[in-house]
């Protein structure tokens, strides 16, 4: 059942990210990908849901998490993006892509994004592969540390947004809220969701395997697209250095109380 339903799953994905970059490339905007990440993952998530037709309870519940989760980030993104130019990572590399932007945004761009949606969501799709019933104490462990990354998420996004919206703090570093203990909790957060969905995938068969998917959203997030890129138009920048001195980059932690 799990070798089937990942091949289909792929099949999905392909599809999803295929039109996303058709109408990327018609409106000359590849940072529209961000748009779909939430969705893909609810659309995935959906058909492994119907197609595998267990219908346990510990598969709904992955699923609403995961719905309620995809569903807010592209509320967020949507939001915050729509109307903008084109995101400033996505429109360097169109510079530097220049007359191969086209091939190297489906390859690079829509298609990685799409392997790595497989990969972060592997823990839900075992779930959904698996009939075995009930509800243990390694799910509500899951869905425990799920609600604790989604709170980081969703109120770290809100506190931006709402610092964003003051006139007075245009140019400034948000430092209060969740993000005066980590410089991002909403990337705290999202890799957290996973970790916790891959606590309720080990109440399945195979289901350790999944750590593959929280791993390497971690690992993305603080490695490669999330906190190195964001951080990297502010470096150098008196204020950023100061900020970043003190207080902790991924994980929330206590600031600490002196910089030299």
Avoid: C
């Amino acid at each position: 059942m799990m070798i089937t339903l990942l091949w289909q799953s792929v099949m999905v994905v392909l599809v999803y990210f295929l039109i996303f970059f058709m109408v990327a490339t018609a409106i000359r905007n590849n940072s529209i990908v961000d748009m779909g990440w939430g969705p893909g993952f609810v659309t995935v998530t959906l058909f492994a849901y119907f197609n595998a037709g267990f219908y346990t309870f510990r598969a709904t519940v992955a699923l609403l998490l995961v719905t309620v989760w995809g569903l807010r980030l592209a509320y967020h993104i949507i939001r915050r993006n729509w109307g903008e130019p084109e995101d400033f990572r996505y429109a360097n590399w169109r510079r530097e892509w220049g007359k191969w932007v086209i091939p190297r945004a489906f390859f690079q761009v829509f298609m990685l994004q799409g392997v790595f949606m497989l990969v972060v969501a592997s823990p839900v799709l075992l779930i959904q592969a698996s009939s075995r019933s009930g509800f243990g104490f390694l799910d509500a462990a899951g869905v425990l540390v799920w609600l604790t990354g989604f709170y980081f998420e969703a109120v770290g996004d809100q506190q931006l947004r709402d610092f964003k919206k003051d006139p007075a703090n245009k140019g400034k570093i948000i430092r209060h809220g969740l993000w005066k203990y980590t410089r991002h909790p909403n990337y705290f957060g999202e890799a957290t969701m996973w970790w916790g969905l891959w606590l309720m995938a080990l109440s399945v068969p195979a289901g350790w395997t999944g750590v593959l998917g929280p791993v390497t959203i971690t690992w993305l997030l603080v490695f490669v697209s999330g906190i190195p890129m964001l951080e990297k138009k502010y470096r150098g920048r008196a204020d950023f250095e100061a900020y970043a001195a003190k207080t902790s980059a991924f994980i929330p932690w206590f600031p600490k109380k002196t910089v030299e």
